[in-house]
């Protein structure tokens, strides 16, 4: 008994800093993944592959926890991406994405960010209607407090 909460989000953002500065912050998966609020473990499984353990959270009565693997990829200069890795037993969500990172003129710059999520709850189906909404608002929630926390570090100068 299962069902499947399926959410794509969007976001751009402009920073105060260059590329090169965005760019060396964002393919650093650790450093990076410290900005996201409610992450109770990253694990690196091997070499640019992570596993995201997310700390336990309650919504319409039920508490549950996701994980997922991704591996990253990168250009070397304006581009990361994610993509899921299948395999992982323990793994209840399904994630890819990326970053696209351009100048937006003197010491600026546009950073487009984007995710798929398939995240798979222990809830039963009769219970969709109830879950999904708090799970869109709670996943949305914290990805917007991810990039805000981004978007001060970068803006520091």
Known sequence: MA???????????????????????????????????????????????????????????????????VKYSNDGAARINWEAVEGNKNDNAKLSGGWIITSAGDKKTKIAFTTDAALDLPVPSLMKKVVDPVIRVEFESQTNTFLSRIKEELSKG
């Open 3 to 69: 069902i499947t909460v399926q959410i794509t989000f969007n976001k751009e953002l402009e920073v105060s800093c260059d590329v090169k500065t965005a760019f060396d912050l964002l393919v650093d998966v650790p450093r990076t993944t410290a900005f996201f609020p409610k992450l109770d473990k990253l694990v690196n499984i091997e070499g640019s592959i992570y596993r995201w353990e997310m700390a336990k959270i309650g919504a319409a009565g039920l508490s549950f926890q996701t994980a997922y693997t």
